[in-house]
């Protein structure tokens, strides 16, 4: 079965750290790229960060750079976001997505390595993790 499973979310006073981990189960993370995303109560789900296989290039929100930091280890098979400087505003549900760096990804085919750039269609999700920045 395939899974990616979030873990690492939690309640933390403004300005303090968190670390999120996306795990992959049932399939290896080589060749797809990953992406994180949070929603908000009542808000649009929004992309936060990715990090493409092929080249390890990374993009960020223009809200969270700075302050996170995302990256893969890929002998665990686990994608990191360590998020620093938190704020209320960062408060919401935290899922990792994949979409394949491959040829049968007409998005890849378009945008390469830099389709962590663009807005493109994610594969599998995991199920989210609660963060919670209080003031």
């Known amino acids: 079965q395939l899974q990616l499973v979030e873990s690492g979310g939690g309640l933390v006073q403004s300005g303090g750290s968190l670390r999120l981990s996306c795990a992959a189960s049932?399939?290896?993370?080589?060749?797809?790229?990953i992406g994180w995303f949070r929603q908000a109560p009542g808000k649009e789900r929004e992309g936060v960060s990715c990090?493409?296989?092929?080249?390890?290039?990374?993009n960020y929100a223009d809200s969270v750079k700075g302050r996170f930091t995302i990256s893969r280890d890929n002998a665990k098979n686990t994608v990191y976001l360590q998020m620093n400087s938190l704020k209320p505003e960062d408060t919401g549900v935290y899922s990792c997505?994949?979409?394949?760096?491959?040829?049968?990804?007409?998005?890849?085919?378009?945008?390469?390595?830099?389709?962590?750039?663009?807005?493109?269609?994610?594969?599998?999700w995991g199920q989210g993790t609660q963060v919670t920045v209080s003031s």
């Open positions: 997505a994949v979409t394949p760096e491959s040829g049968r990804n007409p998005y890849y085919t378009d945008y390469g390595p830099q389709l962590c750039s663009e807005t493109v269609e994610y594969d599998y």
């Open positions: 049932g399939f290896t993370l080589d060749y797809y790229a």
């Open positions: 990090i493409s296989y092929s080249d390890g290039s990374t």
